[in-house]
Structure formats: structure tokens, C-alpha cells
């Protein structure tokens, strides 16, 4: 009825009948919304929006196609923005993007913040054939030059696998900063390009670019995936010595990874029972899993029980021990960490991966297809440096 009543033009008999509804949902409130905007009442309808915020209605992609039309309609670009980011952030990637293909259909013109918020995006759910999209785009505007497009481009192609063009991307930026330098350095990292991220951070250095917290993990994670040692070892007592960067958790772990691929199980936990900073569930982890790599069951045994002591609700652990014994026929253990994930409701599931680092722009995920396909030194062609 109320949409019946919006689409004839009956906006007040629509309104009146909305207020009067003793349950109102997302869809009967997105109805509103868009019925208000088409009448030429886009302010009340970004009044009845907030309203939706505060009483905690679920939000869907519609209703923040019709807000964004709505700001669209009276030339609130800031609102639009900020709504734009608040999609992100909500973790809702593909409705973002849904709300952006809905921008351009409603005639708004996106700038360098909504391509950065929509590449992001697509970063977050590998849609690279979305995310090239996005990139033309970006060129037929004239975008694809402003350092922040250029720096959400690297990432996307980088999470995605495609070194070559975020390198691409890199060289042909008439401008970097330091999210520059970080994306690419940390892009080659997880994809298995050790020698080319620590390429890229002598070039930074040189540009005078001092690093910052997120260039160390980054350089880090290019050590432990490339199985150089000593240069991990370098770069964090390099970090160390720096005043102007805070070693955190992250940077730890890094270097457990690193000792750990390394082979060096005992020398990795008196590196974590040595550490100034109380490890976490994902230091030991980074241990436990290297014990399973290794099949160091002393080591896995004393890591596992930390693991479960700090999480005890996490499968994680528990998973990754049960494996580790049973590769090692160890029955018994198996049937003892069976027991507890069948007291913990767990079930086993293969193919997760343990390993979380906190923040926007450094790897979230450390992809184990990349250490297969790539050995320190091999650099492609198509990925050198100009």
C-alpha cells in the first residue's frame, strides 16, 4: 500500500499510512525512503534513514542505493561519501559494490574516494574482473593517476595475484607515498616475491621514504616466505634499533614464522618466551604450525597447550594438533584431542588458514600458493622494475 501510494503521487496518504504501521521492517522503510526522494523530499528521506540507523534496523543493499540517491538528489556529496564508508566498514563488500554500480546508474559522479572504498572492495573478495572494471573506469575519468586510485589498484591486483600489474601500476605513478612503497612491498611479499620486496624497499630508502610499522611486516613476511633467514634477522634488529617505529605483536610473529620455516623450532620458542610482550594466540600458532611442517612433536606438544590455554574456543589448535599427531601415527594424542573437540562441539574442517594480522593494509592472509610457485631471486620478466 505504501508503495502503491508513493508511485501515484500520493505521498502524504503514503507517509500517514507508514507512521501508522505497527511494525515497520527494512523493506517497508526503504520503501519510504524512495518514495520521498522521487517526490522531491530527499532531506526527510535522509531524516527517516538516520532513524533506521538509531532504531537498528538491518540494512540492504536497496536502501543504500535510495540514501545514495537521495544525496545525489540535493548535492551532499559528503553524506554520500560518508555512507559509502560506512558500507565498507560493515564488511559488506559485495552490497558495496552494489551501491556503487547503483551510484553511476543514478547519474552521480564518483571521485577518487568512492574508487578507493570500491577497489577495496574487491580486494577484500578477490573479484578482479570487477576490480579491472573499476580500473577503466578510473582511466576514462582521468583518475587512474591520483595516488590514492593508484594505491587501491596495487592492492587489488595484488591481492588477487597479479604482481605484474600492481607493479605496472606502481612504475607508471607520477607521485608515491609511503602507502605506495607498503602496497607494493607487501603485495610481493605474500605472493612469494621475497628478493623483489626487499628490491623495492632499498628503491624506497633511496627515495628517502622513511618506513613505518607496516613497511617491517611487510619485509618480514618477504623473509619468511622466501626462507631468508639471516635477512629476517637483519631487517628485525634493524626494526629494533629504529625510534620512529613501535615494534608490535605482528612484527613478532613474523619472526616466529621465519625461525620456524627455518627449521629453528626450539630457537623460535625461546624467541617467544624471550619476547618483552606477552604472546598471543597467533604467535603460537605461527609455532604449532611450523611443528607440523617440520614434525617436531616436543615442540607441538608445548605450543598446543598454549594455544588452547589462550583460546580454548578456538578449532584452530585443536585441528592443526590433531593432524600433527596423526601424520605421526600417534594415536592415543589423536583420540585424546578428538575427545576435547567433540566436548567443544568443534567440527573438523580442512583448508582454513590460522594466520591474522591486525590492520588495513598488511597481509591478512599469507598465501600458501605462493611460496610453491615462487624461490628467492626468480623475478619474471613482466615484473621488473623501471
Same mark, same amino acid.
Given at each position: 500500500?505504501?508503495?502503491?501510494?508513493?508511485?501515484?503521487?500520493?505521498? &502524504?496518504?503514503?507517509?500517514?499510512?507508514?507512521?501508522?504501521?505497527? $511494525?515497520?521492517?527494512?523493506?517497508?522503510?526503504?520503501?519510504?525512503?524512495?518514495?520521498? !526522494?522521487?517526490? +522531491?523530499?530527499?532531506?526527510?528521506?535522509?531524516?527517516?534513514?538516520?532513524?533506521?540507523?538509531?532504531?537498528?534496523?538491518?540494512?540492504?543493499?536497496?536502501?543504500?542505493?535510495?540514501? /545514495?540517491?537521495?544525496?545525489?538528489?540535493?548535492?551532499?556529496?559528503?553524506? +554520500?561519501?560518508?555512507?559509502?564508508?560506512?558500507?565498507?566498514?560493515?564488511?559488506?563488500?559485495?552490497?558495496?559494490?552494489?551501491?556503487?554500480?547503483?551510484?553511476?546508474?543514478?547519474?552521480?559522479?564518483?571521485?577518487?574516494?568512492?574508487f578507493t572504498s570500491a577497489l577495496n572492495?574487491?580486494?577484500? /573478495?578477490?573479484?578482479?574482473?570487477?576490480?579491472?572494471?573499476?580500473?577503466?573506469?578510473?582511466?576514462?575519468?582521468?583518475?587512474?593517476?591520483?595516488?590514492?586510485?593508484?594505491? @587501491?589498484?596495487?592492492?587489488m591486483y595484488t591481492e588477487c595475484g597479479?604482481?605484474?600489474? +600492481?607493479?605496472?601500476?606502481?612504475?607508471?605513478? @607520477?607521485?608515491?607515498?609511503?602507502?605506495?612503497? #607498503?602496497?607494493?612491498i607487501v603485495g610481493c611479499a605474500q #605472493?612469494?616475491?621475497? *628478493?623483489?620486496?626487499? &628490491?623495492?624497499?632499498?628503491?624506497?630508502? #633511496?627515495?628517502?621514504?622513511?618506513? !613505518?610499522?607496516? *613497511?617491517?611486516?611487510?619485509?618480514?613476511?618477504?623473509?619468511?616466505? @622466501?626462507?631468508?633467514?639471516?635477512?629476517?634477522?637483519?631487517?628485525?634488529?634493524?626494526?629494533?634499533?629504529?625510534?620512529?617505529? &613501535?615494534?608490535?605483536?605482528?612484527?613478532?610473529?613474523?619472526?616466529?614464522?621465519? /625461525?620456524?620455516?627455518?627449521?629453528?623450532?626450539?630457537?623460535?620458542?625461546?624467541?617467544?618466551?624471550?619476547?618483552?610482550?606477552?604472546?598471543?594466540? *597467533?604467535?603460537?600458532?605461527?609455532?604449532?604450525?611450523?611443528?607440523?611442517?617440520? @614434525?617436531?612433536?616436543?615442540?607441538?606438544?608445548?605450543?598446543?597447550?598454549?594455544?588452547?590455554?589462550? &583460546?580454548?574456543?578456538?578449532?584452530?589448535?585443536?585441528?592443526?594438533?590433531?593432524?600433527?599427531?596423526?601424520?605421526?601415527?600417534?594415536?592415543?594424542?589423536?583420540?585424546?584431542?578428538?575427545?576435547?573437540?567433540?566436548?567443544?562441539?568443534?567440527?573438523?574442517?580442512?583448508?582454513?588458514?590460522?594466520? *591474522?594480522?591486525?590492520?588495513?593494509?598488511?597481509?591478512? $592472509?599469507?598465501?600458501?600458493?605462493?611460496?610453491?610457485?615462487?624461490?628467492?631471486?626468480?623475478?619474471?620478466?613482466?615484473?621488473?622494475?623501471?
Amino acid at each position: 500500500m505504501v508503495f502503491g501510494y508513493c508511485s501515484n503521487g500520493r505521498i &502524504e496518504d503514503g507517509f500517514e499510512l507508514f507512521k501508522r504501521m505497527p $511494525r515497520r521492517d527494512v523493506i517497508s522503510c526503504t520503501t519510504m525512503i524512495c518514495g520521498l !526522494d522521487q517526490c +522531491g523530499r530527499s532531506e526527510e528521506a535522509l531524516f527517516l534513514f538516520q532513524e533506521m540507523c538509531v532504531l537498528g534496523v538491518k540494512l540492504t543493499s536497496s536502501t543504500y542505493s535510495s540514501v /545514495l540517491t537521495a544525496c545525489a538528489n540535493i548535492s551532499v556529496l559528503c553524506h +554520500g561519501v560518508q555512507l559509502h564508508a560506512l558500507v565498507v566498514k560493515i564488511g559488506k563488500h559485495g552490497e558495496a559494490l552494489e551501491v556503487f554500480y547503483g551510484m553511476i546508474m543514478s547519474g552521480t559522479m564518483p571521485n577518487q574516494s568512492t574508487f578507493t572504498s570500491a577497489l577495496n572492495s574487491c580486494s577484500e /573478495l578477490d573479484a578482479l574482473d570487477r576490480g579491472k572494471g573499476l580500473h577503466t573506469r578510473t582511466i576514462k575519468l582521468g583518475l587512474d593517476v591520483d595516488v590514492f586510485v593508484g594505491n @587501491s589498484l596495487i592492492v587489488m591486483y595484488t591481492e588477487c595475484g597479479c604482481v605484474g600489474d +600492481g607493479i605496472t601500476i606502481f612504475n607508471n605513478m @607520477s607521485k608515491r607515498n609511503l602507502v605506495s612503497w #607498503n602496497s607494493i612491498i607487501v603485495g610481493c611479499a605474500q #605472493n612469494g616475491h621475497g *628478493t623483489l620486496s626487499l &628490491e623495492l624497499f632499498d628503491q624506497m630508502i #633511496n627515495a628517502e621514504v622513511p618506513p !613505518d610499522e607496516i *613497511t617491517y611486516v611487510g619485509l618480514l613476511t618477504a623473509c619468511s616466505h @622466501s626462507r631468508m633467514l639471516d635477512k629476517g634477522k637483519y631487517f628485525f634488529e634493524k626494526l629494533n634499533r629504529d625510534p620512529s617505529v &613501535e615494534v608490535k605483536l605482528e612484527h613478532y610473529a613474523c619472526m616466529v614464522d621465519i /625461525l620456524g620455516r627455518s627449521g629453528r623450532l626450539e630457537e623460535a620458542e625461546e624467541f617467544i618466551l624471550r619476547m618483552p610482550v606477552k604472546a598471543d594466540f *597467533t604467535v603460537w600458532m605461527a609455532l604449532l604450525s611450523a611443528c607440523k611442517v617440520h @614434525s617436531n612433536l616436543d615442540v607441538a606438544t608445548r605450543a598446543a597447550h598454549r594455544v588452547m590455554d589462550i &583460546e580454548p574456543h578456538n578449532s584452530a589448535g585443536y585441528v592443526l594438533s590433531f593432524n600433527l599427531y596423526a601424520s605421526a601415527s600417534r594415536w592415543n594424542e589423536v583420540s585424546h584431542i578428538r575427545i576435547l573437540m567433540k566436548e567443544k562441539g568443534f567440527v573438523k574442517q580442512t583448508g582454513s588458514s590460522w594466520l *591474522t594480522l591486525n590492520g588495513a593494509r598488511h597481509p591478512r $592472509r599469507l598465501d600458501s600458493y605462493a611460496e610453491k610457485n615462487a624461490k628467492e631471486g626468480e623475478v619474471p620478466a613482466r615484473l621488473q622494475l623501471v
